[in-house]
């Protein structure tokens, strides 16, 4: 996300605000200021203002805590977590990949709504002890309490992408074994939360003529756009499934001698043939691959004195597949946190072949182009 301020890391997860959500800091400010003047009429501008900032900050804390919630059990379970960014709509944990397992998305999913409610029940009972005190602990505690509270329950409604969706998701997987189809119900479900949103909070506008009811607008549109691109990408995957990485491989690889210089290639091969992978043999035997990304990152200088040998990337050190393996497979290789430049085409021992991401691309784009 870009223009996020990074904060540091907490259990090694780095966290970061986004520039959104400072908007949403200064509102929530003003409305509890509001609150707490009406609550508090012999306290003074100064007193209510700090004790609004506090809680406002503590409502910030307790998404926090929901995310790291969802990331800590990521961790564990072996799946990387890039960081947690707060934005304008809450809070959102970049999770390296999907679970490969329901029960896995399951756990991850069912964490941050879980904590959300017991902290919500612990705060809520702070509250209903603290009550009869003449001060401000209890309606801090009943605000948090309440935040709280919403913030699980919100996240449980069943609609990808929000948490019940995932649960869901996870769910129908599990049982039906169809990852394609769980997120298939979980994101037309999550369509269908986020149009009832639009639609309520807009009528509850006109009903009411408050501005602010039409938040939930914003976070239904919201919605509506991360459930949609779902089922876009669920159609991706449909299209990659009928192409096998040997078509797409037909379209890019070329073999070149290990003694060959980079400039040498560069002008017959990328310039003369729009040709972006190679393999390297050296006397006939395969030993290497070089993408055109690794020419684009070399300096231009060493191109006369680099040789391809010199350059490449060991066939060793790379994935190996069967040649007829689906495109949608290696799509999630290349998803990895660590993707490999790229997987080689083995069939019987041989290497027959290489595929980069650049390759997947350009045949799917060639193919759309031609209406296929
Ligand atoms: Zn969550």
Not at 131 to 135: A, D, G, Q, T, V
Not at 157 to 161: E, H, K, R, S
Not at 299 to 302: F, G, N, R, V, W
């Given at each position: 996300m870009r223009s996020t301020i990074r904060l540091g890391k907490i259990f090694g997860i780095p966290v970061g605000i986004n520039s959104s959500w400072f908007l949403v800091i200064v509102l929530i400010t003003f409305l509890l200021h509001s609150e707490f003047s009406l609550q508090f009429p012999r306290w003074n501008a100064g007193q209510t203002w700090v004790l609004a900032g506090m809680t406002g900050l503590l409502i910030f804390g307790s998404v926090l805590a929901h995310e790291l919630a969802h990331s800590v059990v990521a961790t564990t379970r072996g799946i990387p977590v890039r960081g947690i960014t707060l934005f304008v709509f809450g809070g959102v944990s970049n999770i390296?990949?999907?679970?490969?397992?329901p029960w896995v998305e399951f756990i991850i999913a069912v964490a941050g709504p879980l904590l959300s409610i017991v902290l919500g029940g612990i705060l809520m009972g702070v509250y209903w002890l603290t009550?009869?005190?003449?001060?401000s602990v209890y309606i801090v505690a009943l605000t948090l309490g309440l935040t709280n509270l919403a913030l699980g329950v919100f996240n449980l409604?069943?609609?990808?992408?929000l948490d019940g969706g995932r649960v869901l998701r996870a769910i129908i997987w599990g049982i039906s074994g169809n990852y394609r189809l769980a997120t298939d119900v979980s994101a037309r479900i999550g369509q269908g939360l986020a149009v009832f949103f639009i639609a309520g909070s807009v009528s509850w506008f006109l009903l009411?003529?408050?501005?602010?009811?039409?938040?939930p607008v914003l976070i239904g549109l919201f919605l509506f756009s991360a459930a949609t691109s779902a089922i876009r990408e669920l159609r991706q995957r449909d299209r990659y499934r009928g192409v096998t990485a040997k078509q797409v491989a037909d379209a890019g690889c070329v073999v070149v001698d290990s003694a060959v210089l980079v400039s040498e290639v560069v002008e017959?091969?990328?310039?003369?043939?729009?040709?972006t992978c190679f393999i390297v043999s050296d006397r006939g035997v395969p030993t290497g691959v070089v993408h055109i990304q690794t020419i684009r990152a070399m300096?231009?200088?060493?191109w006369g004195a680099n040789t391809m040998g010199q350059s490449m990337t060991a066939m060793d050190s790379l994935p190996q597949v069967e040649p007829d393996t689906s495109v949608a497979d290696l799509v999630d290789v290349f998803e990895d946190?660590?993707?490999?430049t790229a997987v080689l085409l083995a069939s019987g021992g041989d290497i027959v072949g290489a595929v980069t991401q650049i390759e997947i691309d350009r045949y799917m784009k060639t193919r759309q182009d031609l209406g296929m």
């Open positions: 390296g990949h999907d679970a490969r397992r009550s009869n005190w003449n001060n409604l069943p609609g990808f992408p009411t003529g408050e501005a602010l009811r039409l938040w017959r091969h990328v310039l003369g043939q729009s040709q300096p231009k200088e060493l946190d660590d993707p490999p």
